[in-house]
């Protein structure tokens, strides 16, 4: 099985150009299935989930290719409203293209995703909403059947401003006829960067960015190009590891997208110097030990949850972690104590008491963020780490040991 090998301690210094988002470019591919057209994304990070989203577009009867960063889309075949649970399971956000299909075909079928590595992560939101929108629901071997000759604008409240449910209720509703109104939605960056692509192809949503968003069902849509944003994650993830074992500029960024994380990052004792798309952020002599708690954007990502506990763990005393949008997303905890890590959970907070040292061992990733903390926390570590099950790690950052060796960390992968 391929496996990365770490020789930690060694000091980074460099520059690190961070590649699109990964949560953006998802549910934008998904959307190129609205209509019949030829779709071009610029800035495509080339990941696993990018190839698996690509792969399921092909199913539904797209044409699709990958040249230099760029995706393009021939969505004029698509023919089969379908998504398998092959492709489902590998990547939860395959869930996308609910919204995009019933809304071109009046039917689709999806498989439910059922659980991940970090809990139930229920699709209910998703569903209730569609129901609303006049969809008629059935679950057949797994699979969520759902029909609607003509969706209906409606007005609908999330629990919780789910990102994928906003994402998904959008797409569905851009040729609703009338008016829907979605309360209470995401506004990540990621759902704002996919309105502005859904007006670009002719949508009419209002109050992009906020969390009341007002969709005027249109009749027709049509193809448009975009450049997706950067990941904030994958940038916050260099600037843990910056904080931890070095200088680092980190580049090709939108700094405002972090904002809470330099703000916290500033709280531990970093040094942060923030330019109009990039941040230079250089470590303290001690890390001051700060409590987090994360949130909806513009809160603290559960995204970065992980790496933060990393982060902690090398601090000076101790620190609550405590995450707000997934209650068990902890996975990564048993593995970092098997580098020294001194952590205890109780629900969905993590107390962890800072140790002086990590020590390498090996080590399992079990999810992409999870994967991303035992990597930077092996980079601090004294000696040698081997993370094993990287294809999580290969999910969500593109060429991430390249972009590690580029700021003198001594990586191999072994296949
Ligand atoms: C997206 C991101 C993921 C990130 C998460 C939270 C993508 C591809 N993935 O996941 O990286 O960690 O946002 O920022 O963009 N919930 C329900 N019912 C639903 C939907 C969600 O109860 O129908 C709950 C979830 O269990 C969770 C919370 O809502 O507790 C937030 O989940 P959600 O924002 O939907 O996450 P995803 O869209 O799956």
Redesign the pocket.
């Known amino acids: 099985m391929a496996k990365i090998i770490i020789n930690g301690g060694k000091t980074l210094s460099g520059e690190v150009k961070i590649s699109g988002a ?2 953006a470019v ?2 934008i591919m998904s959307a190129t299935l609205l209509c019949p057209g030829k779709f071009t994304i610029h800035n495509v990070p080339d990941l696993r989930d990018t190839r698996t989203m690509m792969q399921l577009l092909e199913i539904t009867g797209a044409k699709t290719s990958f040249n230099n960063g760029s995706v393009t889309i021939d969505s004029t075949g698509v023919n089969n409203p379908e998504a398998p649970y092959e492709l489902v399971k590998t990547m ?2 395959s869930f996308y293209v609910l919204g995009p299909l019933i809304s071109r075909f009046g039917k689709v079928q999806v498989s439910l995703p059922g659980g991940c590595a970090w ?9 209730k909403g569609l129901e609303k929108l006049g969809a008629k629901l059935d679950l057949e071997g797994g699979n969520i059947l759902a029909e609607a000759k003509e969706l209906k604008g409606a007005d609908i409240h999330f ?7 906003t ?1 998904n209720l959008v797409m569905a509703s851009v040729r609703a006829k009338g008016l829907t109104r979605l309360y209470n939605c ?1 506004k ?1 960056p ?1 759902i704002t960067q996919l309105c502005e692509f859904l007006n670009s192809m002719g949508a009419d949503i209002e109050g992009v960015g906020t969390d009341k968003l007002i969709i005027s069902g249109v009749k027709e849509l049509n193809q448009a190009d975009i450049t997706v944003i950067p990941d904030r ?1 994958e940038a916050g993830t260099f600037l843990m590891a910056g904080a931890l074992n070095g200088e680092i500029k980190i580049k090709n960024i939108i700094p405002l997208h972090l904002k809470k994380v330099t703000d916290k990052l500033i709280e531990v004792g970093c040094k942060v110097k923030i330019e109009a798309s990039s941040i230079l952020i250089s470590p303290p002599q001690k890390i001051n030990s700060i409590d987090m708690t994360t949130a ?1 954007y513009p809160g603290f ?3 970065l949850q992980a790496q933060w506990v990393a982060l902690m763990s090398l601090s000076e005393s101790s620190a609550i972690v405590t995450d707000t ?3 068990d997303r902890f996975s990564h905890i048993p593995e970092l104590a098997r580098l020294g890590a001194n952590i205890k959970v109780e629900k969905n907070t993590a107390f962890i008491r800072g140790v002086n040292q990590l020590v390498g061992a090996p080590v399992m990733s079990t999810d992409i963020r999870a994967s991303a903390a035992l990597f930077i926390a092996a980079l601090a570590a004294k000696g040698k780490t081997e993370i094993s099950r990287i294809y999580h790690i290969d999910r969500g950052y593109e060429k991430i040991e390249k972009k590690f060796l580029g700021l003198g960390a001594e990586i191999m992968r072994e296949s």
Not at 119 to 127: A, E, I, K, S, W
Not at 159 to 165: H, I, L, N, T
Request: avoid cysteine; aromatic fraction near 8%.
């Open positions: 990964k949560n998802l549910p939860r956000a809990g139930p992560r229920p699709v209910d939101y998703h569903l629990e919780f401003p789910s990102v994928g449910a994402g995401a990540e990621e994650i909806v990502p559960t995204d949008v997934y209650h």
